[in-house]
């Protein structure tokens, strides 16, 4: 050992239990979607905070994003989507008595985001350019802040899922609400 290093008496079974910890806590967050690597501080504590809300299947977090997406039918990403974050509905809950909901944050490729609109909903992806704007108090968006959107358009489908898209394409939102049977 180096003369100027000391090591602390610490027990050796504390050192190995520290170091679990620190990995678990750094770890990727397992999902078969594409995350980024870069996120911001704010989305990043968002997506590692396990939120459960009242009656909902799963937490609102990038862990259970697989098992959020398979509730009902129709709720898929457009292809190559980059998962930004996953949140909990909390204004739908909150103003619909047993309701609960998650609101996934993504970015993807124009061409995709088009694919997506034509073969999930009933409505044509080369139209998305010309249809109107989404409205803040819309069903669906009470927990979006459309301001920080520009040109938001939005279509609901799959009998319990908005889409929120930005114009021009890249960033969108599904929104997947639900409530107790």
């Known amino acids: 050992m180096h003369a100027g ?4 008496a610490v027990p050796s079974a504390a050192i190995l239990l520290a170091a679990a910890l620190a990995l678990s806590a750094c770890g990727a967050t397992p999902s078969s979607r594409n995350t980024s690597p870069t996120q911001s501080t704010a989305t990043q504590e968002a997506t590692m905070t396990s939120t459960q809300q009242e009656g909902a299947p799963y937490p609102a977090d990038m862990a259970h994003l697989d098992d959020i997406l398979a509730i009902g039918q129709g709720h898929e990403l457009p292809d190559n989507a980059e998962v930004r974050s996953v949140s909990p509905a909390t204004n739908f809950a909150a103003s619909y008595p047993g309701g609960w909901g998650y609101i996934i944050t993504f970015t993807a490729q124009d061409q ?20 109107a704007n989404a409205r803040q108090n819309a069903d669906g968006l009470e927990d979006v802040d459309l301001s920080s959107i520009s040109d938001p358009w939005n279509w609901g489908f799959a009998g319990d899922a908005v889409l929120l898209l930005e114009r021009p394409l890249g960033r969108g939102w599904l929104i997947i609400r639900g409530a107790a049977r």
């Open 5 to 8: 290093l000391r090591l602390a």
């Open 112 to 131: 995709d985001i088009r694919d997506y609109v034509s073969n999930q909903t009933s409505y044509s992806g080369k139209h998305i350019d010309v249809g």
